[in-house]
């Protein structure tokens, strides 16, 4: 169960600096590029994504 909180976790920080990124206008080519509701929602979701890692990192393995 360890690997799921990992792999969940990365994925999120992934996803998060994606949308960050296309929130402020460095990434282009998406509906979101230049939306700021989007950096905001980004580093949110890269938090949650962080907290997963932590938590499988931490979690003991059964």
Not at 18 to 41: F, H, K, N, Y
């Amino acid at each position: 169960m360890r690997w799921v909180w990992l792999i969940l976790g990365v994925l999120l920080v992934l996803s998060g600096a994606t949308w960050t990124l296309q929130g402020v206008g460095v990434l282009g080519g998406s509906s979101m590029t230049g939306e700021s509701m989007w950096a905001v929602i980004g580093p949110i979701v890269a938090v949650v994504g962080l907290v997963l890692i932590w938590l499988g990192l931490r979690k003991p393995s059964q």
